[in-house]
């Protein structure tokens, strides 16, 4: 399955092709991913954080990010927001100085762990975009190993036992299955990322890692740091209620992870490694 990979004049969005099933068959057809890359953010001249993020607006991200670290009060406290010129990071527009007044004080040492203690992703506060890159090896991608009957079930569990959503609304939830489709955990939390970690450390816990024959389930979208975080607990399969970012197809492309996106009802858009998925007929 080829990917046309190109960016559009809408630097927020990325075409690409994937495998859409919809009651019964599947075709190969074109489709959006909503653009996600990392964004440096440095103060007088150190690195501080990387969030992952849709390109645009990144010099208010990157001020309203300070102001909610106590950093700075005002615009006054702000001399330049600019774009880094050097590194190959800086081609793509994905660092970003923010030049301080010498009257403003700041202890980057403790600005840094801070953030790293509060994240919800694992990855801002990371000293470099050099070091958001893959830490694992890759997985070796192993043909069906999980039938389609089986994916479409997956929404129908998790909402069945998402008791707080059910209460709230408000929660994202994680939910990890084996090749059965039978439900090993379920967490909920705020953050996405959160829901992901709770599911994985249970699974350390239990002793149930490596998770290659397993599949993830979000009840939002796929973002990079999904997939990374899958990645370390070697994770085969990664499915997702919404959209994946243009980031996670790459990274889940790159790594031998099957992506499966809009899993709702009886549809769903395989974005990679198709071969996990038995009775998957195109």
Known sequence: MSSTNQRDVDPRATATDVLRWNAGSATEAP????CEEPLEIRVRGESVAITMRTPGHDEELALGFLLSEGVITGAGDVLEVAH???????????VLNVFLSPQVEVDLTKLKRNVYASSSCGLCGKASIESVQCLFEPLTVREQLISVETVLSMPGQMREVQQTFEKTGGLHAAGLFDATGKLLALREDVGRHNAVDKVLGHALASGRLPLEECALMVSGRASFEILQKALAGRVGMICAVSAPSSLAVEFARENGQTLVGFLRGDTFNVYSHPQRLAGLNS
């Open 31 to 34: 489709d959006w991913v909503a």
């Open 84 to 94: 880094c010129q050097q590194g190959e990071a800086a081609l793509h527009g994905n």
